[in-house]
Nanobody, 117 residues
Framework: QVQLVESGGGLVQPGGSLTLSCVAS????????MAWYRQAPGKQRELVAF???????KFGDSMADRFTIFRDNFKNAVTLQIRDLKPEDTAVYYC???????????WGQGTQVTVSS
């Protein structure tokens, strides 16, 4: 089963930018969708964005304006760029692999993003 390792989180001031990276332990070419989710303290995990192997991209509610997802099948990686960070973006960000066909998702361990002055 593929393993996912996220990196790039940290403490950022409001208005700043951040790029999160997720590297898979094996090829992601056959994985239906690679996604980023986030979970803020006391809240449910929510979709940030996903990109399918056909290039279809979908964002969670109100995410499209400040988030960019890029899936690199040759590097077995998916990145998430976040612009104009806000305190409400503070969360643990998780990488996710959806192999489709009802198979269980694979999750990374998460990377903490804290937006604070």
């Amino acid at each position: 089963q593929v393993q996912l390792v996220e990196s790039g989180g940290g403490l950022v001031q409001p208005g700043g930018s951040l790029t999160l990276s997720c590297v898979a332990s094996e090829s992601i070419m056959g994985i239906y969708a690679m996604a980023w989710y986030r979970q803020a303290p006391g809240k449910q995990r929510e979709l940030v964005a996903f990109q399918t192997y056909a290039g279809l991209t979908k964002f969670g509610d109100s995410m499209a304006d400040r988030f960019t997802i890029f899936r690199d099948n040759f590097k077995n990686a998916v990145t998430l760029q976040i612009r104009d960070l806000k305190p409400e973006d503070t969360a643990v960000y998780y990488c996710n692999a959806d192999r489709g066909g009802g198979l269980p998702y694979t999750w990374g361990q998460g990377t903490q993003v804290t937006v604070s002055s």
